[in-house]
């Protein structure tokens, strides 16, 4: 989700978190960067454009997000690999970890191995950014129909579960909430899918659209 307190466009409220990450990661030039489920790549290319960045890695078990974002990565010091987090190199480390959207997708037995991961390609000094949709009340199940059509194994964290997960491993300095930022979000998606709705159906079939616009409805 985008933060919207000073914009007014879809782009502007991505840009303005993007640039919020960066300042609360204390990025620098010089600095190596992981990205663990970049994504289509606009973290990581943001981050590259406003630092001259030593090294840059993306990672993402989606080839298609892989060509895409290494095609609007080019020129950059990035790498963007078709990998699972689980197997990146022992010892290969990093000044800088984010993780932006992903958490929520991972499963909740894997919450603690996720945090020892990161744990591990984080220098001595590094800091890592976590990003994730969460319940404020302990999730018992996720919705039905999300789980059989939008996110298949997905689970909402509990503020406790991550807490856990991180236990001993890395210490918490900041806790925001922007629920109503992703409330907005959604609405800024929904507009979009409608104003590129035959075109979107055209490539991806009828039923796909109905089911992100029944989705981006109902989840605000």
Wanted: glycine letters at 8%; proline letters at 3%; hydrophobic letters at 35%.
């Amino acid at each position: 989700n985008g933060f919207w307190k000073d914009a007014n466009t879809l782009e502007k409220a991505q840009e303005a978190k993007y640039k919020a990450i960066c300042e609360k990661l204390g990025l620098q030039d010089g600095m190596t960067l992981l990205d663990v489920g970049c994504g289509w790549g606009t973290f990581i290319q943001y981050a590259a454009t406003k630092y001259h960045l030593k090294r840059a890695v993306g990672v993402t078990v989606s080839r298609e997000q892989q060509e895409f974002a290494e095609d609007r990565c080019q020129g950059f010091p990035v790498e963007i690999r078709l990998q699972d987090y689980r197997d990146l190199p022992q010892g290969e480390l990093f000044d800088r970890v984010v993780s932006i959207e992903a958490f929520e997708h991972i499963g909740l037995k894997n919450y603690r191995q996720f945090m020892s991961v990161i744990h591990r390609c984080l220098q001595k000094d590094g800091r890592f950014f976590l990003q994730t949709t969460g319940k404020d009340t302990r999730p018992r199940h996720i919705d039905p129909w999300l789980h059989a059509y939008i996110f298949p194994n997905g689970h909402l964290p509990w503020i406790r579960h991550i807490g856990e997960a991180g236990e001993e491993l890395f210490t918490l300095e900041e806790w925001r909430n922007d629920e109503k930022s992703y409330a907005k979000t959604l609405q800024a998606w929904a507009s979009n899918l409608k104003k590129d709705r035959d075109a979107l159906k055209e490539k991806y079939g009828e039923r796909t659209v109905r089911m992100l616009q029944y989705y981006l409805s109902f989840c605000p």
